[in-house]
């Protein structure tokens, strides 16, 4: 018997009730096939994919795949709108205005789904696919995914696997070695999953041929040795063995079985046989109507052969994890000759050939299923394969050294797909749903039974949240002790809940003091909108906030409300605790001017130079002469003005027992919080420094402050403000 290998046309001959399912989004539409051929044509009729294919020869095939699948024409339409979207603008508009929304995102999903694999390819070359296993799982993990969502994407992604591989094998290229093993280690094992057996064979041989051409033509070579004298053989017995069976009262249909060289490549190297040692080259499959007579007929066939016991397997009483069912017995004819025989029923044949979608498809199997699985309706369909998937994930997992061990993936109420950490609870399941689900969630059923909210989850499960119409978190969520909460994404929100109920609260308490402020100076009707702007705010709640914390000085308003007293300058936006005037005058003996004795200094305001500080002096009227840094912008620009004002200065030495101080502003930017500005104080206080000034401002969850400190060295103030970006939430600390 020949192997199916590329050019077969019957690739995936019989899953007409999973495409059926997968297709039912698509609208069906009047000569939609011939309209998406049409609408791509001109798009892609000169184009060619980067395994040198035409594009539009690609699609046809792809159709003609799909259509071989029992797919219908809306679904062969959507594989042309999918490789006409790289040249479109705006794809989902265009698309979805000529053919709906359902080919739309149909069609912009697989291509998403490409772009992940082709990412996963070239991320670190292609040995990096081949070789680290950690980068593999993770693009099974990405499709999975994309995959679970959307049957119509797997449909499309095996179909245009497959005619790569046939392309490349039709013109005796070489495929790269990436994409052969992506097929055979990610595309293979997800048709075996869902069913879809043709394509699996086919596609795993011609994987094999282009990753092991040699031993691929070596064991072709060997079934073709004797291939007409085994299929005479083969099919003398399965006459036979028709007609007893049926002599015995069993209505049998006994029909000879392919085999595939990579499935007899993997059974010789899993079992250290030569060719001639495996058993299942002669292979007969019986399927008979009911259980009971797939016993019969094993009894019948154990009587009148020599049964290899060790090789027998009862997969009707253990079935398979993705549900299949048969009893698997090899026997030896008269002549010692091994046969392998597969018995089953035509339900458990349906379900082997169709995959998940024969679950409810014969009464016969009850209202459980095959596996325990039942499929009642379509939402039971898209359950039972994304159970199918998952299984798929386990089976990984477990190969590969339980890479998958650090996820999970549950199922909503509508079969969508959530991935979680492992150890999620139904509050993190909550959050991952919807931050507003997660702050009201009070209940969760798991496979339709109440269970506690610290639960953990187990992949497959399906998950529903009970919820208060309004309401927040329990602090208990918060508690690690408790373990309600095992993802960043959930603590995160639940924290950033309370952190919103505490500001709430603050700028209540400011809005009383101002309030009770404005009372006492008989300006009530001031609108507070206003008062806000004036001081240099957004809004009335960010000032009643900053005076909530005791951040903000109620002195500033009255200056305000008096107009005999200044308005606090654009830059005193906020105020500190305790803030006194920084010195006018640079410390006696501070400065000394070249050539000149006893004349007035005084410190610029704008760039507060302070030793050992590059500095220079300039003239000013009436005020002697301001020390500037001499990189200070505000003297590069009054200098460039009047050069002959620029006088030269230096810094001079201190009295004994004098310690000039000069103050120097320190601009800071950190995630607010809740005792911020307490932890940089004590920074500048474990340093000896005296901090004679603080602005801070908050908006949006940043905060800005300026720090006055008195200084003898500016060096040392650079080694502190190292300490100072060490404080938690602090994002820059730099001089001004």
Not at 6 to 19: K, M, Y
Not at 25 to 36: E, G, T, Y
Not at 219 to 231: M, S
Not at 443 to 450: E, F, S, T, W, Y
């Amino acid at each position: 018997m020949k192997s199916q290998t590329a050019g077969q046309g019957d690739a995936a001959a019989a899953v007409p009730e999973l495409v059926a399912a997968a297709e039912q989004a698509l609208p069906q539409q009047a000569n939609a096939l011939a309209r998406a051929r049409a609408f791509a044509e001109p798009l892609i009729a000169g184009e060619t994919l980067d395994t040198g294919e035409n594009t539009l020869a690609h699609a046809d095939a792809v159709a003609a795949i799909l259509k071989s699948m029992g797919g219908s024409e809306a679904m062969q339409a959507a594989s042309y709108l999918v490789y006409a979207c790289a040249h479109l603008n705006k794809p989902g508009e265009v698309i979805a205005k000529a053919f709906g929304e359902s080919y739309a995102a149909l069609a912009l999903e697989t291509n998403k789904l490409v772009r992940v694999q082709l990412q996963a390819r070239d991320a670190d070359g292609a040995s990096r696919l081949l070789d680290d296993p950690q980068a593999h799982t993770e693009m099974v993990r990405k499709m999975l995914l994309a995959f679970s969502r959307d049957l119509r994407v797997v449909m499309l992604r095996l179909a245009s696997r497959l005619q790569t591989l046939r392309y490349f094998a039709a013109t005796k290229q070489a495929v790269h070695p990436s994409v052969a093993r992506e097929a055979l280690q990610v595309f293979a094992p997800l048709a075996n999953r869902l069913g879809i057996w043709q394509v699996k064979w086919e596609m795993e041989d011609l994987a094999f041929r282009f990753l092991e051409p040699d031993t691929y033509r070596q064991v072709a070579g060997w079934l073709d040795e004797k291939r007409v004298e085994r299929e005479q053989y083969v099919e003398q017995l399965r006459s036979q063995l028709e007609a007893d069976l049926r002599a015995q009262g069993i209505a049998a249909q006994v029909h000879g079985r392919p085999k595939h060289i990579y499935s007899i490549v993997k059974k010789m190297r899993g079992k250290s046989l030569d060719f001639g040692q495996v058993l299942d080259v002669r292979a007969l499959r019986v399927i008979v109507p009911d259980v009971r007579d797939c016993y019969a007929a094993l009894a019948w066939v154990h009587s009148h052969f020599s049964p290899i016991l060790e090789e027998f397997d009862d997969y009707i009483a253990r079935p398979k994890p993705n549900g299949y069912q048969s009893l698997h017995t090899v026997v030896r004819d008269a002549a010692g000759r091994p046969i392998e025989i597969q018995i089953r029923t035509q339900a458990m044949h349906e379900h082997a050939e169709h995959g998940v979608a024969a679950h409810w498809a014969y009464k016969e199997a009850g209202q459980k299923g095959y596996a325990g699985v039942s499929a009642s309706s379509e939402y039971d369909l898209k359950i039972a394969v994304l159970r199918q998937l998952l299984a798929w994930e386990r089976d990984l997992a477990g190969s590969a050294q339980g890479l998958f061990e650090d996820r999970i993936y549950v199922l909503t109420p509508q079969a969508s797909v959530v991935e979680l950490p492992q150890g999620a609870t139904p509050v993190d399941f909550a959050y991952s749903v919807h931050t507003s689900l997660g702050h009201r969630c009070r209940g969760a059923r798991v496979d339709g039974a109440m269970v506690p909210l610290n639960t953990p989850l187990r992949n497959g499960q399906t998950v529903e949240i009970v919820a208060a119409k309004e309401g927040g978190p329990s602090r208990d969520w918060l508690n690690p002790d408790l373990g309600f909460l095992a993802s960043h994404r959930g603590r995160a929100k639940a924290r950033a809940w309370f952190n919103e109920q505490l500001r709430h609260e603050t700028e209540a308490r400011g809005r009383e003091l101002v309030e009770r402020l404005l009372q006492r100076e008989g300006r009530t009707a001031l609108k507070l909108e206003e008062l806000a702007s004036q001081l240099g705010f957004k809004s009335a709640e960010d000032l009643f906030f900053v005076v909530g914390k005791d951040e903000y000085s109620l002195r500033n308003i009255e200056q305000l409300l008096h107009p005999g007293a200044p308005p606090p300058s654009e830059d005193e936006v906020l105020l500190a605790k305790k803030s006194r005037p920084a010195p006018a005058k640079a410390p006696k003996g501070g400065v000394l001017v070249v050539g000149v004795d006893s004349l007035m200094t005084q410190l610029a305001k704008c760039c507060k130079p302070a030793p050992p500080d590059a500095i220079s002096g300039f003239v000013t009227r009436g005020k002697g002469v301001s020390i500037h840094r001499s990189d200070c912008a505000s003297f590069r620009e009054i200098a460039a003005r009047s050069p002959e004002r620029v006088i030269e200065v230096e810094w001079g030495r201190p009295k004994a027992g004098e310690a000039a101080v000069y103050p120097v502003d320190v601009a800071i930017e950190a995630a607010d919080r809740q005792g911020l500005l307490r932890d940089i104080s004590e920074v500048f206080a474990k340093e000896k420094m005296n901090v004679v000034g603080v602005q801070t401002q908050s908006v949006k969850g940043t905060a800005w402050m300026t720090f006055t400190v008195e200084i003898a060295d500016s060096q040392r103030l650079a080694k502190v403000l190292v300490t100072v970006r060490e404080v938690p939430g602090v994002r820059s600390a730099r001089r001004r």
